[in-house]
């Protein structure tokens, strides 16, 4: 991992300007969670790459990354280790947040599947993350095939399996397809875990969290209507009204087909009507 101070991750200013290539994913990451959470980047820098140096010397029998490597590598991880998906707090924000996942061993598709990137990368492997329909997978490039892992379970799906993973996630007419395969930028992972992030805080009810979030994927994507839209929402419930009827404004002058707009437009007469009930007040 490369290693970053405290001072560097507050340097990594991420906006549209950003250079998401001369960083590695997981720097990015602990960068945008050291901005939400304040956490110190050093001592999670300390223990992912001690993390490191036990998976290496329990691989220094390996010399190419092979299947056989592979298997062995998730067998370290997943049943030495135990790392797993925690399926009964799916949605909890200590499932999100890299930190959390690293300490605890538990996490969700993103999260684990930014760890195992590192993981992976570091012992030697092309791999790269998916964003897919169903959930995060992470493509590896071998010698002579291609495999993908889910990292939720640790398994090595077939064909077969993900086209179910994408019907059941898009419905059964829904087909696998060799575009739902290809390997994703950093950015557009980034952006994933962030709304992720973001959609567990919004569950846990720690909306100024949800709220800084937005901000993040703003800086990437200044324009982006659905985002300024979602970000209205949470002013609204936080009682910033005008900062939340600017914002739907905005999205109805965008996008004023959309079904959504008739919904933005009541909302923000309501709005106009609870503010004039203070000012009364």
């Known amino acids: 991992m490369t290693k970053i101070s405290n001072n560097e991750a507050d340097t990594l200013q991420i906006d549209a300007q950003f250079n ?22 050093k ?18 029998g390996f010399a190419e990354a092979d299947r056989a490597k592979l298997h062995k590598l998730l ?14 707090a799916f949605f909890k924000v200590k499932n999100a947040l890299l930190s959390k996942v690293l300490a605890r061993r538990k996490g ?23 964003c897919f329909p169903s959930g995060f997978i992470i493509r ?11 990292p939720f379970t640790g398994e090595l799906p077939s064909w077969e399996l993900l086209e179910l993973k994408v019907r ?20 557009t992972i980034i952006m994933r875990l962030v709304n992720v992030i973001k959609a567990a805080y919004i569950q846990a009810d720690e909306l100024e969290l949800a ?35 600017t914002d739907f404004e905005f999205f109805i002058e965008q996008y004023p087909k959309d ?9 923000i007469e309501q709005m106009n009507l609870d503010t004039n009930i203070q000012v009364i007040h």
């Open 168 to 187: 059941g996630q898009l419905g059964n007419h829904a087909r696998l397809t060799l575009d739902m395969l290809n390997p994703d930028d950093n950015k």
């Open 75 to 88: 067998d370290i991880l997943y049943q030495q280790q135990d790392f797993k998906g925690d399926w009964k």
């Open 20 to 41: 998401f290539d001369e960083n590695s994913l997981i720097q990015i990451a602990v960068a945008v969670e050291s901005e939400l959470t304040g956490i110190n980047v």
């Open 108 to 130: 969700i598709p993103i999260s684990l599947g930014v760890l195992a990137l590192d993981f992976l990368n570091e012992c030697g492997f092309d791999a790269h993350g998916i």
């Open 259 to 267: 079904p959504i707009v008739n919904l933005l437009k009541q909302q």
């Open 140 to 150: 590896i490039n071998l010698q002579n095939e291609v495999v993908y892992l889910d």
């Open 43 to 60: 001592e999670f820098e300390d223990d992912l790459n001690l993390q490191h140096i036990v998976i290496k010397s329990k691989l220094a």
């Open 211 to 245: 709220l800084l979030c937005c901000d993040i994927l703003l800086r990437i994507e200044p324009e982006d209507a659905y985002e300024v839209r979602d970000r209205g929402f949470l002013f609204q419930q936080l009682e910033c009204f005008n900062l939340a009827r």
